[in-house]
């Protein structure tokens, strides 16, 4: 088992820079690759970024392409998602996850953290 705890959320308004966190715990040995998803009120769940846990190849959705960063700190056994020029529809609630092979689906997640970019 991993447990997930992110952290970072707050309030922001439109065009400032959020770092959001996720701490793993546990099985960290066994991870695969971690990532960021976000809902938005009234929206499906919607994949932002991930990183492998070993050689910190990454993938981002292209709407954060250029604004946000993943990247990992394996001694720490945290994740981070830098985010610069938030835009007021990133409103969501922000989910780590995580997952132990690249077919597997994300079947650790973290409690979520609020992201509120206003006007």
């Known amino acids: 088992q991993v447990q997930l705890v992110a952290s970072g959320g707050g309030l922001v308004q439109a065009g400032s820079s959020l770092r959001l966190s996720c701490a793993a715990s546990g099985r960290t040995f066994s991870l695969y690759s971690m990532g960021w998803f976000r809902r938005a009120p009234g929206k499906e769940r919607e994949f932002v970024a991930s990183?492998?846990?070993?050689?910190?190849?990454?993938v981002y959705a292209d709407s954060v392409k250029g604004r946000f960063t993943i990247s990992r700190d394996t001694a720490r056994n945290t994740v981070y998602l830098q985010m610069n020029s938030l835009k007021p529809e990133e409103t969501a609630v922000y989910y780590c996850?995580?997952?132990?092979?690249?077919?597997?689906?994300?079947?650790?997640w973290g409690q979520g953290t609020q992201v509120t970019v206003s006007s």
């Open positions: 996850a995580a997952r132990n092979s690249a077919r597997a689906e994300y079947v650790f």
């Open positions: 990183i492998t846990w070993t050689g910190g190849s990454t």
